[in-house]
């Protein structure tokens, strides 16, 4: 899995004594699976989740993670007119 360690930080933090992670369900690789119940972390765009999530909530309950930041710094940086 090519994971960016954001993505792998928040499957740590929200994961639960006896997950299971990177498991096949149906024809996908999901995050976690926490009995019958499939976990998704998005870290990015949802338009990549659309058909796994079209197929899998047919057959499981899904949650899906999407971290949103607490705090955002905007900076304006001028150029120096000399």
Do not use: C
Not at 23 to 34: A, G, Q, S
Not at 45 to 73: C, G, H, I, T
Request: charged letters at 30%; a positive charge.
């Amino acid at each position: 899995m090519n994971e960016y360690s954001l993505h792998s930080e928040i499957k740590k933090i929200y994961s639960h004594p006896g997950d299971r992670f990177e498991v096949k369900v149906d024809n996908y690789i999901v995050d976690i699976l926490r009995g019958k119940l499939v976990i998704e972390v998005q870290t990015r765009n949802f338009s990549a989740l659309k058909k796994r999530l079209q197929a899998l909530v047919k057959n499981y309950p899904v949650r899906l993670v999407y971290p949103l930041p607490e705090k955002k710094w905007i900076t304006h940086v001028t150029k120096e007119i000399k």
